[in-house]
């Protein structure tokens, strides 16, 4: 399950009338925690990511947030490219 979460997932806006479409990537880091960024579409590495600690931090400022953050990773379908992995 671990190596699972650490996949990248992806969700490319819908909205066709964009030029440049925006996707939204949540990963697992190796260190558990999570981290979340919108960006271009097929931007890769993204530089511009939100932490959310799960032990402290986002998990105690904002209770539930990481529970949440992990539904939608989850909720999200694999990424379409091969084995991509996040960078830790």
């Not at 650490?6 to 925690?33: C, V, W």
């Not at 981290?35 to 209770?63: H, I, K, Q």
Request: glycine fraction near 10%; hydrophobic fraction near 30%.
């Amino acid at each position: 399950m671990e190596s699972e979460m650490q996949e990248l997932r992806r969700y490319l806006t819908d909205d066709r009338d964009e030029k440049h479409r925006n996707e939204l990537i949540i990963f697992q880091g190796g260190n558990g925690e999570w981290y979340v960024g919108v960006g271009e579409e097929g931007t890769w590495p993204m530089r511009n990511f939100v932490r959310l600690c799960t032990s402290g931090g986002a998990s105690s400022a904002c209770p539930g947030l990481t529970r949440a953050i992990a539904a939608a990773y989850r909720a999200m379908p694999p990424s379409t490219e091969e084995k991509e992995k996040s960078p830790n």
